[in-house]
């Protein structure tokens, strides 16, 4: 007989899941499916993705603030295929860089503002000061800039 998860084990594992999307991993998952993940109606507490440094600055958010994404490819980017991504950061400069990190004959440089509801955690561990939203939530307020130049 298999047991259920821990609302701390999902959590856990979720996190590891959605942090080694560097790896070539979060492509293999669909954004709909992302989103029954981070929506699912037997875990809701999301504040177990985070640590409590994290969650504490997650708290702290208690007006609207601007998010950036950078994407760099070589292909055309195509939002109606891909979305624009979970993963934001409320560091400009880091988010250049993600654009152009591969040297890519395309970089854009997306930014939006969000309320702290729509903000489903914040990572910190690995110097991006990331935030992660579902896209669908903001996609009506995410504004494009193509960079020339990093």
């Known amino acids: 007989m298999t047991r259920a998860l821990t609302e701390q084990e999902w959590w856990g594992a979720v ?11 979060l492509e293999t998952i669909s954004q709909d499916t992302w989103i029954e993940i981070f929506e699912n109606p037997k875990y809701t507490n999301t504040d177990l993705l985070m640590g409590k440094r994290e969650l ?11 998010i950036y994404r950078g994407i760099g490819t070589d292909s055309e980017i195509d939002f109606n295929k891909y979305g624009y991504g979970f993963s934001w950061t409320t560091d400009i400069d880091r988010a250049r860089w993600f654009a152009g990190r591969f040297n890519c004959a395309n970089k854009v440089l997306l930014n939006a503002v969000v309320i702290p509801t ?10 991006e000061k990331e935030i992660v939203v579902n896209p ?5 307020n995410i504004k494009t800039e193509v960079i020339d130049e990093i």
């Open 118 to 127: 729509q903000i489903i955690a914040v990572f910190l561990d690995m110097n």
């Open 56 to 66: 504490q600055y997650m708290r702290s958010i208690t007006e609207p603030i601007h």
């Open 15 to 25: 996190r590891k899941l959605y942090q080694s999307s560097e790896l070539g991993i």
């Open 136 to 140: 669908l939530t903001i996609i009506d």
